[in-house]
């Protein structure tokens, strides 16, 4: 009689809510209006490009634009040859990650594996303050002290505006993004498997080097991306510390000009709307837009080749 009359109640029960919850769609109304805010912008950005970057190829030939090695848009008979620009973005990113990556890397590693978490509490948020600081600050503390007053006893021939400054303070720049991202990528790594590890004998080197970088390398690798997305992406620290000179060389003791440095310095000129010279601004644009999509879509391929998931 009394398991019928469970099994009669149990037969009355729904997993159906009583009653609809309002705030529960509203807040995936509110959600999804976010990621649709960013699709949308991606997509005016890119149709903000290129309209005027399709006028421009119009009237200079595109492999004219992408193999030519003179870049003089503003000059009376000008030309139109990205190689400089591309140059020296590419030379001042190289010196930024290589510093950056290694330091980046190193600090998170001593964060995640060695550090207390007293001395951890303190040193990350004081290593953040970096990311803090604003790039034009950056920018003339590479000019004003790190070339004037230390690259030009080291290198006696080193222009006032040269690649190396603005390559190396943009890396100690971007440092803070690598580490901490990194770092949580590592913190993220369950601890059963440093302790497996620390069973078999490992040292906390080996611990660190073979288990715990291996098992966080898809956000590693996607901290070292963010990291050089946002040096290609600099626009105070090489306008100020590398000059606004395009030549195509990579020798950084001289000065560069970067794409990005271009797009700001044309951007706040005379320059007439419609002109050429305003449209060669929207192809440069167009071709940093392009590097940076190519390189995000590598990145995530390679972090969802690395990814591994824990239970």
Known sequence: MALNTVDETAEGLSLRQSHPRYGEKVIRIILFAAAFVSIVTTFGILISLLIPSIEFFLEVPITDFLF?????????DGEFGVLPLLSGTIVITVIAIAVAIPLGLGASIYLSEYASSRVRKVLKPTLEVLAGIPTVVFGFFALEF?????LIKIFPGIEVFNALSAGLIMGIMIIPTIASLSEDAMAAVPSGLRDGAYALGSTKRQTAMKVVI???????VAAFVLGISRAIGETMIVTIAAGLQPQLSFNPLIGMQT??????AAGS???ATGSIEYKSIFAVGMLLFILTFVMNIFSIRLVRRFR???Q
């Open 68 to 76: 030519g090695t003179t870049w003089t848009p503003l000059f009376n």
């Open 259 to 264: 794409m990005t440095s271009y797009i700001a």
């Open 146 to 150: 790190l070339t004037q007053l230390v």
């Open 308 to 310: 591994q998931a824990y």
């Open 269 to 271: 000129g005379d320059l």
């Open 214 to 220: 291996p098992a966080a390398l898809s956000g590693i």
